[in-house]
């Protein structure tokens, strides 16, 4: 069985605000029967105030589907549309104490179900931006899309490459077959042949400069590296700002579903150890919230 | 109310008694057999005792037949390896669609290594269609591997008809009977299975400890290299306290026999009834009437296994599901697939598996809880109206804005 938090077994064992809400005036609806999940969140929203007063769940899927519901409902209860926008799928999760990576789809799906009764409301268009593929790497919560995309838009070659792109395949090493398979078909659809033997492209680039790197150089190439991060990040509703670099120390706000979310350490490990590969020097990379402390101990 | 495990295709308690003629060996019965001195006489014999238990349930010719492993998958894996290594020329294998992973996933590495793998489909029944299997049959086949029982329907493919089809074609013949082994009667010396494969913690052994028969005079190559533990077939020191264990398991599960296929039947069939009386839009999957005793895959359509189990487990029940949920995937269970099982129902199917250990009063306490855990669930999906699924679920519940 998972490894379910309390606040998930609460969240399952008694749902809070299931069923339709009554004279609801904005629904949204994700999911299908053939995936397994399924969400229909109601809302009954204020005209004057758009505030969410009251707000129901239906949901058809597993424990953490049914928690991610109840608890989503209780979120926004209270929140006007445009605060309730804001919800990210961490702010879900982090409320049910954390959720296993191969569940975290079920706080995705509680995201776009209110993002798609907003917009039903307002009478907008609302798409799923988010396509979501077979879980690959389970340590670092990677699926084969993010790979695929990673993949092509990167140019990777080998299973260290998309380690070092998407995390995948950093922790246990039990998704290699899996990732070689990825590089396989992406580069046959480019007309290219996987080459387990490959270099690396990292190893390729680097060979070219080995000359120490000037400060402005330094955060020229850290602001790269955190460019060609950020659509990773932002898929899953964060962001990263380059704030100040001193010496070796890079300073970043993370902000978004990044900001304050249990994956943020490991985000910022895993941006550091990134910024070291490509720059080839220790980069240290630190909140910038740390800077503040920093520098009335150094006063 | 004691817990009620109702999950024995997953693994099994492992009886007592089988408990008491390990412990001795790892105490004063420690010694390697292998060795020379009377450390090792005991335990030479234990072995020896073992495998003749073992011969006895299986009942085949030569207890030099049994080749003890670490489990039923790699019994899988050391069969199907050895066909092939022994046969290098023959680079097709036929195997089923349902069967386990063991042999799936190995199925699906080798054919990236190049080999052409047939899988039988299956009809709505979970049943085969043995003229495309003969039909199948050539001379380029190296191993047909075929499960004797299925371990989420336990619906019985007719392995001993096959294995005569494979031999009158000179192809070999595997079968997985993993969740057979113990629950329905063999007489392996009567057919033309050349291997089989068995696990112990599927019978009351311990996990850890499987066969791989081998049917003296089939070609053999074996998997791990090293010392001469089972003849060279299988090195390794022997895991002797285990290999023990399962023999005494076998004898047991012979003793029971007709017991697992009246009394534990018995159970299993007042099970369903019960089920299917009182519940709406639920029903049994896999071949009704050709099927282990101990096992029921019931589909309750319109919500998902992982909170049927969550609901379950919270009323002290123990069982397991075919959803996606449980696995981590996004696909419901292959076997439920194959058979073509709507999504609506797939997602929401709980294997009940029973043992001699479960008693009637078990099946009451089920009976007791499921109406209401499939109720409750039921209220919460966007497929169920009161009392009756929306109409054309798939179409109401249309996501819009997906
Ligand atoms: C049909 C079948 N084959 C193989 C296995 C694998 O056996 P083991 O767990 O001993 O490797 C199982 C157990 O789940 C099974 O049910």
Redesign the interface.
């Known amino acids: ?1 998972w490894d379910y938090s309390e606040k998930v077994q609460e969240h ?2 008694n ?1 809070k605000n ?2 339709a809400v009554k004279d609801a005036n904005a629904t ?13 969140l109601t809302l009954k929203v204020n005209p004057e105030t758009e505030v969410i007063e009251e707000s129901g ?10 928690a991610s519901s109840s608890v989503l409902t209780e979120i926004i209860k209270g929140m006007t549309l445009d605060e309730a926008l804001k919800v990210t799928n961490q702010d879900i999760a982090a409320h049910l104490d954390g959720l ?1 990576p ?2 975290m789809h079920c706080s995705v799906m509680g995201r ?1 179900a209110l993002q ?1 009764a907003i ?2 409301y307002r009478g907008e ?4 931006d988010h396509e ?1 593929g ?2 690959v790497c ?1 340590c670092f919560a990677i699926d084969a899309v993010m790979i695929e995309e990673m993949v092509w838009a990167n140019k990777l070659r080998t299973v260290e490459d998309v380690t070092n792109f998407t995390k995948a395949g950093g922790g246990c090493a039990a998704c290699h077959e899996d990732i070689e398979a990825i590089l396989e078909k992406v580069l046959a659809e480019k007309g290219e042949k996987f080459d387990p033997d490959a270099a690396s492209i990292e190893v390729v680039s680097e060979k070219k400069e080995k000359k120490p790197l000037t400060n402005l150089q330094r955060i020229k190439r850290i602001e790269e590296v955190l460019d060609s991060l950020r659509p990773q990040l932002m898929a899953d509703g964060g962001d990263v700002e380059l704030v100040e670099v001193i010496g070796n120390t890079a300073y970043v706000n993370m902000t978004g579903a990044c900001n304050g979310c249990q994956m943020s350490a490991m985000t910022i490990a895993g941006i550091q150890q990134r910024l070291m590969e490509v720059l080839g020097e220790f980069i240290k990379v630190v909140p910038a919230s740390e800077m503040s402390k920093l520098v009335t101990i150094g006063a | 109310m004691r817990d009620i495990y109702l999950d024995n295709n997953a693994t099994t308690k492992v009886d007592p008694s089988v408990v008491d003629v390990m412990l001795p060996y790892f105490t004063e019965q420690f010694g390697n057999p292998s060795s020379i001195h009377r450390f090792a006489d005991g335990v030479a014999k234990g072995i020896k005792k073992a495998r003749g238990q073992i011969q006895e349930l299986l009942g085949c010719e030569h207890d030099s037949e049994i080749i003890f492993t670490s489990c039923g998958t790699e019994s899988d894996s050391t069969a199907i390896l050895s066909a092939i290594k022994a046969q290098p020329n023959k680079k097709e294998i036929i195997t089923t669609m349902v069967e386990h992973p063991a042999v799936l996933n190995l199925c699906e590495y080798l054919e990236k290594e190049g080999y052409t793998i047939h899988r039988l489909p299956v009809d709505k029944a979970g049943r085969l269609n043995l003229e495309a299997y003969k039909a199948m049959l050539s001379d380029k086949v190296a191993i047909v591997s075929v499960m004797w029982a299925n371990n989420e329907t336990g619906t019985l493919f007719p392995v001993v008809d096959m294995a005569e089809m494979a031999n009158a074609a000179g192809v070999m013949f595997h079968t997985d009977a993993v969740q057979a082994v113990g629950k329905i009667p063999m007489n392996l010396k009567d057919t033309k299975i050349d291997m089989l494969s068995l696990s112990g913690h599927k019978l009351h052994a311990p996990k850890g400890i499987g066969v791989l028969y081998l049917k003296r005079g089939t070609r053999y190559r074996p998997l791990l290299r090293g010392g001469h533990q089972e003849r060279g077939r299988r090195a390794g020191t022997e895991n002797t306290a285990s290999i023990v264990g399962l023999g005494k398991a076998c004898e047991l599960a012979l003793h029971y026999m007709e017991h697992e296929n009246t009394h534990v039947k018995a159970m299993r069939d007042r099970l369903e009834r019960g089920i299917v009386e009182q519940i709406p839009h639920c029903f049994i999957t896999g071949d009704l009437n050709n099927r282990l005793p101990n096992t029921s895959d019931i589909a309750f359509e ?6 049927i ?3 379950l ?2 009323a002290g029940i123990a069982a397991s599901s075919g ?4 696995s ?3 696909e ?1 269970s292959h076997v439920m697939r194959a058979m073509g099982i709507p ?2 129902a797939a ?1 929401g199917t709980i294997r009940f598996s029973f043992s001699r250990y479960n008693t009637m009063t078990d099946v009451d306490h089920v009976l007791k809880v499921m109406p209401d855990i499939v109720a409750a669930l039921r ?5 169920w109206d009161g009392d009756r699924p929306v109409a054309d ?2 179409q109401a ?6």
């Open positions: 069985m399952f064992f749902p299931a069923g949204g609806e994700v999911g299908s029967i053939s995936c397994g999940d399924a969400l229909r769940f239906q949901t058809f899927g597993c424990g953490s589907a049914i296993p191969e569940k776009e798609a917009a039903n268009e609302w798409s799923d979501e077979a879980l389970k | 319109y919500i998902e296994g992982e909170s189990l969550m609901l487990n919270k959803s996606a949920c449980t981590g995937s996004l419901p999504y609506t997602h209220n919460l999906s966007p497929y679920p798939e519940f249309a996501p819009t804005y997906s």
